[in-house]
C-alpha cells in the first residue's frame, strides 16, 4: 500500500522538442515536450526574465470514455493543472539565469489511470533538464539554472490507512486525497489535500506527508539515474 506503481522513462520519446520524456506510472502514460523560444511574456521581459509555463491535455481517450477536446481544455481542473506544472517548474529553476528565453513545458495524458498531474511534474523536469542542457551547448544560456530536483506522487487514505501514489480506483474511494510536490532537498512546493469525507487528523496529516515523501525520494533517485548530476 506504500510502495510506488511501477515507473517507465523514456527520455527523448520524440524527435523535435527541445526536449522530451515519455513518463509511466502503472496504467498512467503522459508525454512530456519542453519547447524554447524568445517570445517572451511583457512581464518577464520588464524584470529581465525568462520565463516558464505549461499547457497540459488529457487525448479523447486517455481514459475509459471519451471526452470532447474543447472540453477538457477549457476546464478548470486543467487550467488549474497548467499552473501546477509550471509552478513546480519555475520553483528549481533561477529565471535570471535564462533570461530572454520563454519556454514551455507541454504535458499530454495518453492514458490516464490516476495520478496524472504527478506523473506530468515528474516527465516534465526530465524533459526541462535535457531542453536547457541543450540550450546551454546552443551557447543561449551562460549559467546553469536548475537549482535542485523536483518530484510529485499522490497519497490518500482508505479505510483508515495510508496509501501512495492512488490509482484511479483508489482515488475514486479515498477519504482524503492529496498531491505533494517536494524538491530534492526535500523542501515543499505544494500540498494539495482535500477530505471527500470525514476531516483528517493532525497526525494523519503528517503520517501522509511521511509516506509521501518516501516515494517522491524513490522517484528523484530515478530521476538521478536517467539525468546524472544536474550540473
Known amino acids: 500500500m506504500n510502495s510506488l506503481r511501477p515507473i517507465k522513462i523514456k527520455r527523448n520519446a ?16 503522459v508525454l512530456c515536450a519542453v519547447s524554447v523560444s524568445d517570445q517572451l511574456p511583457d512581464h518577464a521581459k520588464e524584470s529581465d526574465k525568462g520565463w516558464i509555463t505549461a499547457e497540459y491535455a488529457m487525448l479523447p481517450c486517455s481514459g475509459n470514455r471519451r471526452t470532447s477536446r474543447s472540453r477538457t481544455l477549457s476546464s478548470g481542473r486543467t ?51 535535457d531542453a536547457l542542457r541543450k540550450v546551454e551547448r546552443q551557447g543561449k544560456i551562460t549559467v546553469w539554472p536548475v537549482r535542485d530536483y523536483v518530484g510529485a506522487i499522490s497519497v490518500g487514505i482508505i479505510n483508515g490507512k495510508v496509501v501512495l501514489d492512488l490509482d484511479y480506483e ?44 518516501k516515494g517522491i525520494h524513490q522517484i528523484i533517485k530515478m530521476q538521478k539515474k536517467v539525468l546524472g548530476p544536474l550540473k
Request: charged residues 25%; negative net charge.
Open 14 to 29: 520524440i524527435a523535435y522538442p527541445e526536449g522530451s520524456c515519455l513518463f509511466e506510472s502503472g496504467m498512467t502514460k
Open 79 to 129: 487550467k488549474e493543472i497548467q499552473r501546477l506544472i509550471g509552478r513546480a517548474m519555475r520553483s528549481v529553476v533561477d529565471l535570471k539565469a535564462i533570461q530572454g528565453l520563454n519556454i514551455t513545458v507541454d504535458c499530454d495524458v495518453l492514458q490516464a489511470d490516476g495520478g496524472t498531474r504527478t506523473a506530468s511534474i515528474n516527465g516534465a523536469f526530465i524533459a526541462l533538464v
Open 170 to 213: 483508489n482515488d475514486s474511494r479515498a477519504e482524503v486525497d492529496m498531491n505533494i510536490v517536494m524538491t530534492g532537498r526535500g523542501k515543499y512546493i505544494e500540498v494539495q489535500g482535500t477530505a471527500e469525507q470525514n476531516p483528517y487528523s493532525r497526525l494523519e496529516l503528517n503520517r501522509m506527508l511521511e509516506v509521501a515523501g
